[in-house]
């Protein structure tokens, strides 16, 4: 299925040399932030956020407003006719007639490809439930960018809940496409990356390693990739508070780790770093909040001046065959055309990556 906009869905549905101009672009304008606050005059970005955000939302509205456009949207379906039951096809269509750009947020994978699929405008992803997350990836590489010089032959940590962690798993992906890098993953059983993104990794040829001490791997890494445990996407309250508080970063941690190692996180944070490690000149996230107010600037202008294409489903349909995720946008929005990748006995949902065993 062939949509007429460009859209950003999946930071890999690009080339690495896109995901390179769009930092450098991000860097320049950090740089000299006067030479674009006419880039986008007369244009308008809608912000459709069906999840909470600070961040995301207002780094995007703030990005739109330096580049000298407008905004429209909305943070909280109650307040929007999705309360009366208004599909995501119709809300997405319409508002893309009042705008030239949209910034979809939701709590299902796979949404916002559900929504490229009939805006009429450029789509892009700001979180889809537990799945993608591509603009604070590029927040991450701009920050990498920054603080670090570098985006390859790297010694990344990424601790806490990868396996919710929609930020851990756009990540991975990217930097497993930048040579050398290789990956710790810190986390308990329970909240271990998922295969798909582990898979990806060794396809690009990276190493990664699973681990459940902080402590033991904290003295050789480069970065520090924290994140919270996400307790709005476990089943139940007895899960979360199993996992909560596993891992902190406090100021005896970061005694053994090197002198340039730097710690970010996608915020927010809740308990997995002590406050004073924000006094830590290691400790980047603040500044890597900015850093992603820079990148989106970069992405707006980049996505308004595109007018490619984008083929947004590429798979088959398989007769009989539903995503077994439950939390998967197709098994919300039944009218969505259910669309499957890979071939023998498992095929991948193209909406949210679930894996499927075929029953013969
Ligand atoms: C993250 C998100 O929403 O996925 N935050 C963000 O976008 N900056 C991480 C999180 O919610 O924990």
Known sequence: M?????????????????????????????????????????????????????????????????????????DNP???????????????KIVSNYADILIVRHPQPGAAKAAALTADCPVINAGDGGHLHPTQTLTDLLTLHEEKGRLDNLNIGLCGDLVNGRTVHSLCKALSSYSGNTFV????????????????????????????????VINDLDMLYMTRIQRERFASEEEYLAQKDTYVLDAKKMSRARKDMIVMHPMPIVDEIAVDIDNDSRAVYFKQAKYGMYVRMALIMTMLERDKPTQLLKGTTEHNCVCTNPNCITNAEYYLPKSFYGSGDTVECEYCDERILLEH
Not at 39 to 51: H, P, R, S, V, W
């Open 78 to 92: 109650a307040t929007s006719s999705v309360s009366k039951g208004e599909s995501l096809k119709d809300t997405t």
């Open 185 to 216: 993953l810190i986390s308990t059983p329970q909240l271990k990356l998922p295969s798909y993104v582990k898979d990806i990794i060794t396809a690009s040829g990276s190493n990664f390693t699973e681990v459940s001490s902080l402590d033991e």
């Open 2 to 74: 062939i949509s007429k906009y460009s859209h950003l869905i999946d930071l890999n549905d690009y080339p690495l040399s896109w995901w390179n101009k769009i930092i450098e672009l991000g860097h320049d304008i950090k740089i000299h932030p006067q030479r674009y606050t006419h880039a986008c005059d007369g244009k308008i970005m809608a912000t459709l956020f069906y999840e909470p955000s600070t961040r995301t939302q207002m780094s995007f509205q703030s990005a739109m407003i330096r580049l000298g456009g407008s905004i429209i949207g909305f």
